[in-house]
């Protein structure tokens, strides 16, 4: 069996990636992509966690998260979509319009 340890480190390590894409990308689907990254790290500390103590809790945890994900996505595309009707560009520079 693969210690807790190993799934810790390669969960970070998706946050780290997702962090970064997060805060260095300016295309708003990227930055959907990087929020998705980080979402997946958090599922699988749930389900290690899980695993760990032998009860079903942080896997039921793990798929509302991906259900809340996909609603996220879901409404991100759809803005996404909006935006790039409206400026030809998805870049989240030039979406000072939305500020009110």
């Known amino acids: 069996m693969i210690p807790l340890t190993h799934y810790l480190i390669v969960s970070g390590i998706l946050f780290s990636i997702g962090l970064l894409g997060?805060?260095?990308?300016?295309n708003l689907l990227l930055v959907l992509l990087s929020i998705e990254i980080m979402l997946n790290?958090?599922?699988l500390n749930?389900?290690?966690g899980s695993a760990?103590?032998?009860?079903?809790?942080?896997?039921?945890?793990a798929f509302f998260v991906m259900v809340?994900?996909?609603a996220e996505v879901?409404?991100?595309?759809?803005?996404a979509v909006l935006l790039f009707r409206k400026q030809?560009?998805?870049d989240?520079?030039?979406i000072s319009f939305l500020k009110g």
């Open 74 to 79: 879901t409404i991100g595309l759809a803005i």
């Open 88 to 90: 030809s560009s998805v």
């Open 22 to 26: 997060l805060l260095l990308r300016r």
């Open 46 to 48: 749930f389900i290690a």
């Open 52 to 61: 760990l103590h032998g009860d079903t809790g942080g896997q039921v945890t």
């Open 41 to 43: 790290a958090a599922n």
């Open 68 to 70: 809340v994900a996909a």
């Open 92 to 94: 989240t520079r030039e």
